[in-house]
């Protein structure tokens, strides 16, 4: 089943996201096979991220969650909010990047 996961982080935590950053980034890699996009998400492209989104292809949305609580920035304790969302992809034709 496909899931979008969107991320918010706690406010004023930008020091936390930079410091684990390398370490999330080697975790989204790592999860290649489930985690087919991750990205922060910016009010503009400079901006300190706000959060996340992941498009995730697992078996439930309870898999999706055991996958979160291995994630650096989830253990580290930047996350505020987390929404697990099922997601119909529209366009059959267009590839995930």
């Known amino acids: 089943m ?15 996201r930079a410091e684990n950053l390398d370490a999330h980034i080697r ?7 489930s985690v087919l996009v991750a990205g922060s998400l910016r009010v503009d492209p400079g ?5 996340g989104l992941w498009i995730v292809e697992v078996p ?14 989830y253990i580290c304790g930047l996350r505020q909010d987390i929404e697990v969302l099922h997601w119909s992809k529209a366009l059959e ?5």
Not at 47 to 51: L, Q, R, S
């Open 2 to 16: 496909l899931f979008a996961v969107l991320f918010t982080d706690k406010p004023g935590h930008g020091n936390l």
């Open 60 to 73: 439930s949305k309870a898999a999706v969650l055991d996958l979160m609580k291995s994630d650096p920035f």
């Open 27 to 33: 975790w989204v890699a790592e999860r290649r096979e």
């Open 93 to 97: 034709d267009k590839v995930l990047v």
């Open 47 to 51: 901006a300190v991220p706000k959060g």
